[in-house]
């Protein structure tokens, strides 16, 4: 159980152009959905949380306005890179939280995806 | 400030022996400690999970200890497989949900 998945598993695009990438809890209710990114051997760094069908809570330095995030249902939240550039190249992992779990800070990763900005 | 460090950053090891990696931290207050294995190209996959009163918790050939006094934890591999190379990250998370990662020890297992 806990099944988290993401799409596309990698993605190449043109500078400028939007990417949207989609985090699915297949077998849960996730309450809440976060978006991380992660560089080359450094950790992965949290971009937002959000919560089914309110607004996403940006950390700080990231750009909302960047960084579309959309939580519309309890198994769907997507990222959308806006205007991408070069230096947005990452790799985006999603993890989801569902109710009815006791254990504080649980988080069900997803396999994330790899977006490269030419 | 929370922080994880994790140490080596990345090691070698042969075929069948053993590794202990370790993870220190300054997260407070402490709620519970994961250790997590991510393969290259994919999402963290949990290993473990220890709170407060734990200090030992075994999966497979995976054994994590803890300290909680002096805020110490490890990832013992036994018999290392070449699907062991990886990168094993420390990730603790604070009584406020919010999770401190460490930045991954690298593992490579040669034959």
């Known amino acids: 159980g806990a099944v988290v998945s993401q799409h596309p598993s990698w993605v190449i695009c043109k500078s400028g152009t939007s990417v949207k990438i989609e985090c699915r809890s297949l077998?849960?209710?996730?309450?809440?959905m976060f978006w991380y990114r992660q560089f080359p051997k450094q950790s992965l760094m949290l971009m937002a949380t959000?919560?089914?069908?309110?607004?996403?809570?940006?950390e700080q330095g990231v750009e909302k306005d960047k960084f579309l995030i959309n939580h519309a249902s309890l198994t769907l939240s997507t990222l959308t890179v806006t205007s991408a550039h070069p230096e947005d190249s990452s790799f985006y992992i999603c993890s989801a939280r569902g109710t009815g779990t006791s254990i504080v800070g649980t988080q069900y990763f997803g396999p994330g995806t790899r977006l490269t900005v030419l | 400030k929370n922080q994880v460090e994790q140490s080596p950053q990345s090691l070698i090891i042969l075929e069948g022996k053993n590794c202990t990696l370790q993870?220190?931290?300054?997260?407070?207050?402490?709620?519970?400690l994961r250790w997590y294995k991510q393969d290259t190209g994919r999402g963290p996959v949990s290993l473990t999970i220890m709170t407060f009163s734990e200090n030992t918790k075994s999966n497979g050939r995976y054994t994590a200890t803890l300290d909680a006094d002096t805020k110490q934890s490890s990832l013992h591999i036994t018999a290392s497989q070449l699907s062991d190379s990886a990168s094993y990250i420390c990730?603790?998370?604070?009584?406020?949900?919010?999770?401190?990662f460490g930045k991954g020890n690298q593992v490579v297992v040669i034959p």
């Open positions: 959000s919560n089914e069908g309110s607004k996403a809570t940006y």
């Open positions: 990730v603790v998370s604070a009584g406020n949900n919010r999770l401190a």
């Open positions: 077998d849960f209710q996730a309450t809440t």
């Open positions: 993870c220190n931290y300054t997260v407070s207050p402490f709620s519970n």
